[in-house]
């Protein structure tokens, strides 16, 4: 992913420190870094919600008023790192918030039963997603 790997090397030249005093901090941007330095503290981020966290905010578009970031890799990975570090469990609740919203339109348009079902499987997908996010959270305090 472009913008990990561009966050991942302002970390290794030191731009983006995780603490004043170099030692590593619990924040979320330890969370997504496969390993290195910066790799000690327990994860509680995954890949799966950085991929989506960027696909989220990557779907906004490039038009006027709708876009702060234009669609730049850094800038859009540090909006995800803002809304991470202000609650961890934004983007799994925001994926079953949207897969609640899609299959309630597949049903409102009279969707085939494929389609329903398929809408259904990812809504299933999000809220395991969020219990388990949840359970790792509770698990943490």
Known sequence: MKVLEVIK???ERKVLEPSSDGQPAP??????????????????GHTWEWSYALAVELEHGRDR???VTMNHPL??????????????????????MESEGELFNAQLEKQPRTVVLE?????ETAKGRLAERIAEKLADA
């Open 75 to 96: 800038l859009t990975g540090l909006v995800v790192l803002a809304h991470l570090s202000e609650d961890r469990l934004y983007y799994a609740r925001l994926m079953v």
């Open 65 to 67: 008023g709708m876009n």
């Open 119 to 123: 809408q259904l499987r990812k809504l």
């Open 27 to 44: 924040l979320v941007i330890n969370d997504f870094l496969p390993t290195g330095r910066f790799r000690r503290n327990k994860t509680l």
């Open 9 to 11: 090397r302002l970390l």
